[in-house]
């Protein structure tokens, strides 16, 4: 049997070893996988119960307020005069009081019709609310009010929108009447979202975005340039461009906070500035400067203290960038993991939609139809929310394990000149075939703590403004706690998969086996992790700094922009996902490659029976070698290749 190309066990005198990476598997963890199968088997029951029950047309063609289904034809609802109308060729949804709609006891308070299409202009008066409804066919009142009686203010007050009518145009997806006014959109928005109180902030905030949306999506294809740039950089990386790399961020915060300054200066003595969206401007330009000069003077400070450690730096870069030149694709999981988490999160939506249309029909007081939840709705939201923070971290799991099988095929293999054919591929099979409960188990430890924080924000947000400050006080510290130990308990299953990777073993067994290790080589560990972490901080740093310049440099000399500070926020915060997404590649390399190293460390010793499967450069720097190795003669080499004694003993078994 050939293992990565390079050894060749026969069936001679070799007996099973514990530790064989390469060749020997058994499935981890499969009571975990049968559990997530179940879960999973609860989720399509959902689904199904979803789609059987709910109405899905009420939620993508819309519905008005007396029960009819805009775009079809509709049954009538007994007790309800205006329901069981015929609306194929009204297809959307428009509502009467569009830019002062509220919310009572979770029900918009403004009526909905069925119309044949959404005003494109302003309607001032009746008699043009008339003449729209006579030429263009799309009646804006309710059905029971004839057109020619349009005009009469008594009966238009209690059954037309009230005026004037915003312009509107149809949502894509849903059929909605949304207007297009930046103040109506906002406010409409507002209710329909439903999202925060303090609606005037909130209406700042879309009004903003809506006004910048051009410059927020060449943002931030600005800034996905210039991650594919810190990428390409980082894949060719030498010292001398790692000096470049350090001088331009540093040289660049500190003429980004030059530049913040003088425009602050500018705006402060500009006599033409007089509104108030103006004066915040100033301030918010006023915080931007003082923010990235902070920044500038800890990065100089951080980046003496560790010049020393430069060299350190220029082998770790070397050996992930070598690695990612042999596997490439490697580049691309992210792009892989964040498309299957889109299209995940597309079908939860839709089954909570459809949950939430899954109600009966009421008919109120005033002759108009509410729908009304079922029973035991709410315990299915709260399983669907379960399935949701599982899946994700489930997926994001098999990210992990996929980089970390990989990385592990490339570095143990003697021949650093001939890498393995299809690490990816190979590693994606043994995640498959063998460690897919190891991965439901890490995940599942992730949503344990996640569900404890989603349960205290939900009840902050329930009892805000009720409670007493040491409650207050208390959802806080236990949130901080939870995260905290998220946190920590992410690192260790990171690090647990990659020994799942390496030797095959459960998830307990792993953790427990990656713990050891790292404290038994805490200090280079630590040391080449942080250094690593540093560097692309750095990089992502770069990446936002340069794109939130950008940002203020459009905003500031467009002076139809008045709210630009929100949207820049939306893009900075766009950038440095983006950024982290690219680079959080290499920090999972890097993480995994001295996690092997910590492995041959600990299971090899340099001698002829147990050499390093590190390289020579990796040796040297770390002040090893393979010195009875290279003693040994140029006839000998071949029976080392094949000698079983060659290969690495079991992690357990080794008390070095």
Excluded at 376 to 386: D, E, F, L, Q, S
Excluded at 428 to 434: A, E, G, H, I, K
Excluded at 565 to 585: D, G, K, M, N, R
Aim: aromatic share 14%.
């Amino acid at each position: 049997m050939s293992c990565c190309g390079q050894y060749e066990v026969s069936g001679r005198d070799v007996s099973p070893r514990e530790w064989r990476p390469q060749i020997y598997r058994r499935s981890t963890d499969v009571v975990w996988l049968v559990i997530f199968c179940l879960f999973w088997g609860g989720m399509v029951f959902i689904a199904g119960y979803a789609v059987t029950v709910g109405s899905a047309e009420r939620l993508i063609f819309g519905y008005d307020s007396f029960g009819n289904t805009c775009g079809k034809k509709n049954s009538p609802i007994k007790g309800a005069s205006l329901s069981g109308q015929d609306m194929t060729n009204r297809k959307h949804v428009f509502f009467l009081n569009t830019c002062n709609v509220d919310i009572k006891n979770h029900q918009i308070n403004s009526l909905s019709i069925c119309v044949s299409g959404c005003p494109q202009e302003q309607l001032n008066g009746l008699e043009e609310l008339k003449h729209f409804a006579q030429y263009n066919g799309s009646y804006l009142c309710v059905y029971s009010l004839n057109v020619s009686d349009y005009t009469e203010p008594s009966k238009a007050a209690r059954l037309c929108p009230k005026l004037p009518i915003p312009p509107s145009k149809s949502f894509p997806l849903f059929n909605r009447c949304v207007p297009q006014s930046p103040a109506c959109y906002a406010h409409f928005l507002t209710i329909l979202i439903n999202v925060v109180k303090e609606s005037d902030f909130f209406q700042r905030i879309i009004g903003g975005i809506m006004a910048n949306k051009e410059y927020i999506i060449g943002l931030s294809f600005f800034a996905v340039v210039l991650s594919f740039i810190m990428v390409v950089v980082f894949r060719f990386i030498a010292t001398l461009l790692i000096h470049i790399f350090i001088a331009l961020v540093i040289f660049g915060l500190l003429f980004v906070s030059g530049v913040l300054w003088w425009l602050y200066y500018d705006n402060v003595n500009d006599p033409n500035i007089v509104l108030e969206t103006e004066k915040e401007n100033t301030k918010a330009l006023l915080g931007f400067a003082i923010t990235a000069t902070i920044i500038s003077v800890i990065l100089m400070v951080l980046t003496l203290v560790m010049w020393k450690r430069i060299s350190l730096m220029v082998q770790l870069f070397r050996i992930a960038s070598n690695l990612l030149g042999s596997v490439p694709l490697l580049l691309f999981q992210p792009v892989w993991t964040l498309i299957i988490l889109a299209l995940f999160w597309m079908y939860w939506v839709a089954v909570l939609l459809s949950l939430g249309t899954a109600g009966n029909a009421y008919v109120t007081a005033d002759n108009l139809v509410e729908y009304r939840l079922l029973s035991g709705i709410r315990y299915m939201w709260w399983y669907h929310v379960i399935g949701l923070i599982w899946t994700s971290e489930f997926l994001v799991a098999c990210q992990q394990m996929t980089i970390a099988g990989a990385v592990m095929r490339c570095y143990f293999n003697r021949d650093k000149n001939n890498p393995p054919g299809h690490p990816i591929l190979t590693s994606v099979s043994r995640l498959f075939n063998y460690h897919l409960g190891t991965v439901v188990k890490g995940s599942f430890i992730i949503t344990l703590v996640r569900i404890p924080r989603i349960v205290l924000v939900y009840v902050h947000s329930c009892l805000k403004g009720k409670e007493s400050a040491c409650a207050r006080c208390l959802v806080k510290c236990c949130t901080c706690c939870l995260c905290c130990l998220e946190k920590w308990l992410r690192f260790l299953n990171q690090n647990a998969y990659i020994a799942t990777a390496i030797n095959g073993t459960s998830f307990c067994t792993s953790a427990k086996e990656a713990f050891f290790l790292i404290v038994n080589n805490a200090l280079n560990v630590t040391t080449i992790n942080c250094f690593g972490d540093f560097l692309l901080f750095l990089g992502k740093v770069f990446v936002v700094c340069f794109t939130v310049f950008g940002g203020l440099v459009a905003f500031n000399y467009n002076h139809d922009l008045n709210v630009w500070v929100i949207p820049l926020i939306l893009v900075s915060f766009f950038a440095y996902l983006v950024a982290h997404c690219f680079l959080s590649v290499f920090e999972m390399v890097l993480d995994v490659l001295f996690m092997c190293y910590a492995v041959d460390l600990a299971t090899n010793d340099g001698s002829a029976e147990k050499p390093y499967f590190m390289d020579k450069e990796l040796m040297k720097f770390m002040g090893k070698s393979n010195q009875k190795l290279k003693r040994t003669s140029q006839s000998d080499k071949p029976n080392l290749e094949n000698n079983p004694n060659t290969e690495l003993l079991p992690m357990g078994t080794n008390t070095a």
